[in-house]
């Protein structure tokens, strides 16, 4: 599964952006899906995840009440909503896919098999 992930850029400090993690495979409906950021000297870190069904969502504390994950299976894209930002979202933000989606370790970069090429976030203060 080839991910491409887009959509970011320079924003201000309460402003807004879309990120999107497109598969031209239809397959990748199949697989759950999940957004990490890795900052300038930091361990990649989880952000948000959805299941193939998209009907349940789970998302970082750090990002919770300003982010929200959603998948369009239709058009192969997940999307990330990213509202309220704060200089400390800055990073690159990649998209990965998991074939199999467990509740106790989807936060864990291991758990993903495939890795998009990240799009990077800059939020000014």
């Known amino acids: 599964v080839q991910l491409q992930a887009s959509g970011g850029g320079l924003v201000q400090a309460g402003g807004s952006l879309r990120l999107s993690c497109a598969a031209s495979e239809r397959t990748f409906n199949d697989y759950a899906v999940g957004w990490f950021r890795q900052g300038p000297g930091r361990e990649r870190e989880f952000v948000a995840a959805v299941p193939y069904h998209g009907v349940s969502t789970y998302s970082a504390d750090s990002v919770r009440g300003r982010f929200t994950i959603s998948r369009d299976n239709a058009k192969n894209t997940v999307y990330l909503q990213m509202n309220s930002l704060k200089p400390e979202d800055t990073a690159v933000y990649y998209c990965?896919?998991?074939?199999?989606?467990?509740?106790?370790?989807?936060?864990?970069?291991?758990?993903?098999?495939?890795w998009g090429q990240g799009t990077q976030v800059t939020v000014s203060s």
């Open positions: 990965a896919a998991a074939r199999v989606f467990s509740l106790t370790r989807y936060p864990s970069p291991l758990e993903y098999d495939y």
